[in-house]
């Protein structure tokens, strides 16, 4: 969406630019200097930096940086002017609604495209022959990095992005004496700026920056380099104790208290040198010692803080899965109870509606039937109408009162239902206890006997020895005899076992010829009889056959009979059908089950 009010300057240059061609749109852009460097208000320039971003000519000018200046006019005068265009419209922009496009986004390409032109003009300064050239092309390198700087300066995000970027450490790793200097000053500003993301950058990175800067204090001799690495590595030492631990304990670091002991104090070494060797030089050891341990607990602690971390992650999933579970619960009740509450809105509209309905249908009946019943009966038929309101009335209130009641009286209902039913197993177990315990011990519960049917029986006894002298008997022969009682007592208690189920199998039977002659009393006529029916009432045993027999020859005799003999018969008198008769074809009769005899 284009910004109301823009600047008829910007309108009228993005118009040329869109319409001029391509090889022309560099020199035209560099008309956006003279636009920005207008002495106007702080509200005024932000409003110009805001209509030249919502233009897109800042995209325009990226698009050209990121072009080969062999087929730019005006060559590196015109990209080194276009660079700072880019970054004077970058800082202080407020972006609006495109705020996450512009900061993520066009921000890190700018920075991007200027450390690449950067070595671009590194690369042409090294080949380059003449000196002028390398005067101008040193100027323009100059004008870029003091662009990029200015870049940070507003958009200070994007200094990590800068130091984890390869294209500065090759920046960084030139042996050009002038190139040289002119990185390390932009990393000085850039760890003056904001010095904390030093540390945020990965330790790969931070380890190649840390060595390059140690070998340019230790092997280059320009003292200009020299007293610029003293000063960085200075402030990296006094800003974080990391690094200055990894300056003390690192491999590429070793030698070099002892080559800084070795160069003699002059005018090329600063006072930042001497802090330099004194804090790496430090005068107990005991310093170094406290630093491995404070090192070795930093990684315990890492260590520990990573397995609780994962641990926690692990759970996560559960934790996460339970909130879900209990939210999708609750919001399932809560649209449960509000379609609930709109069904009864619903019912209770529906119910109005029909009150309202039944009134208004009532009432038109009541004054069609005033039309049409005549005047004197009016008050008659108004007191029925009442009588049968009142017990319309009466009917809906004692069935909501009953049912109010039985609602109320339920939990106790079901209570009594339960203990019923607990009775009722409790008995039939205690029944079944008693029935084996009797099966067992058949002796218990025997009545005692009184003493004058003791003495009665104490005379048959001795009557009976009297009577029946003994034999001697050996204890050969008395356990014999013993075995002989016991297995006979035990046969007897089998016998009483087997006649036991002969009884209950002989109930069964009485009880399934019960339930035969009940069916075939009601099954119905042979007139009435379809398909397979007949088939159902077939029955294996012979009573019911011959009672079969008897019903059917009644019915015969009775339909066969003259009416004259029918007249003084009621419904259901019962018909005399001799013995003979019944005994005549009763072999033929078909028995379910079994062959005739």
Excluded at 74 to 100: F, M
Aim: a positive charge.
């Amino acid at each position: 969406m284009k910004p109301k009010g823009t600047d008829p300057r910007i309108l009228s240059l993005a118009a040329e630019v869109a319409k001029s061609p391509e090889q022309n749109v560099p020199v035209i852009l560099l008309k956006l200097k003279e636009i920005i460097n207008t002495p106007l208000g702080s509200s005024e320039l932000k409003k110009i930096k805001q209509d030249i971003y919502c233009y897109d000519l800042i995209e325009y000018c990226l698009l050209v940086v990121s072009q080969d200046c062999s087929r730019i006019q005006g060559g590196w005068t015109t990209v080194s002017q276009l660079t700072q265009i880019i970054s004077h419209c970058c800082v202080g922009l407020e972006p609006g609604e495109d705020a996450e496009e512009f900061y993520n986004e066009l921000l890190p390409a700018a920075a991007e495209n200027f450390l690449v032109l950067e070595r671009r003009l590194q690369t042409c300064f090294i080949s380059a022959a003449k000196g002028e050239e390398k005067d101008e092309l040193l100027h323009f390198f100059k004008i870029v990095t003091d662009s990029l700087l200015w870049l940070l300066g507003g958009h200070v995000q994007l200094i990590q992005n800068v130091l984890q970027s390869d294209h500065f450490l090759h920046l960084l790793q030139t042996d050009n004496v002038q190139i040289g200097s002119t990185v390390m000053t932009m990393l000085q500003s850039i760890l003056q700026i904001n010095i904390d993301d030093l540390l945020r950058i990965g330790g790969r990175t931070l380890h190649s920056i840390l060595d390059e800067i140690v070998f340019k204090l230790l092997s280059t001799p320009s003292p200009v380099i020299r007293c610029t690495a003293a000063k960085l590595l200075l402030l990296m030492a006094e800003s974080h104790q990391e690094i200055l631990i990894l300056l003390r304990l690192s491999a590429c670091c070793k030698g070099l208290r002892s080559l800084l002991y070795k160069q003699e104090p002059g005018s090329e070494f600063s006072q930042e040198l001497r802090q330099l060797i004194g804090l790496l030089s430090p005068k107990i050891s005991q310093e170094v010692e406290d630093q491995k341990l404070h090192q070795a607990a930093c990684l315990i602690q890492a260590y520990w803080k990573g397995f609780q971390t994962r641990k926690r992650l692990k759970k996560l999933p559960s934790a996460v899965i339970t909130l879900q579970r209990s939210f999708r619960s609750k919001r399932t009740k809560m649209l449960l109870k509000l379609n609930r509450q709109k069904e009864e809105e619903d019912h209770k509209l529906q119910l109005q509606l029909q009150r309202q309905r039944a009134m208004r249908l009532s009432r038109e009946l009541r004054l069609s039937m005033l039309q049409v019943v005549h005047p004197g009966q009016v008050e008659k038929h108004n007191r029925e109408i009442e009588d049968k309101s009142a017990l319309i009335i009466q009917k809906h209130w004692r069935g909501y009162r009953e049912r109010k009641n039985f609602h109320q009286q339920r939990s106790s209902l079901m209570e009594y239902k339960a203990a019923v039913t607990l009775q009722r197993a409790t008995l039939k177990f205690l029944v079944k206890c008693r029935k084996k315990r009797k099966l067992f011990a058949p002796w218990q519960g025997l009545q005692e006997l009184i003493d004058a049917r003791r003495v009665e029986l104490k005379q048959q006894v001795d009557d009976y020895i009297r009577r029946h002298p003994s034999t001697h008997m050996s204890d050969v022969t008395s356990r014999e005899l013993h075995s002989q009682a016991q297995k006979q007592l035990q046969h007897y208690f089998m016998g009483r076992v087997l006649q036991e189920r002969a009884q209950q199998h002989r109930e069964a039977l009485m009880v399934q010829i019960s339930t035969n002659i009940e069916q075939l009393m009601k099954a119905p006529s042979l007139k009435e009889a379809e398909g397979k029916e007949p088939e159902l009432f077939l029955s294996r045993s012979r009573p019911v056959a011959a009672k079969a027999k008897q019903a059917h020859l009644t019915t015969l005799k009775h339909i066969q009979a003259p009416w004259w003999k029918k007249l003084g018969e009621e419904a259901g008198d019962a018909i005399d059908v001799p013995k003979d008769e019944l005994s005549i074809e009763l072999g033929t009769l078909f028995i379910g089950g079994t062959k005739p005899p």
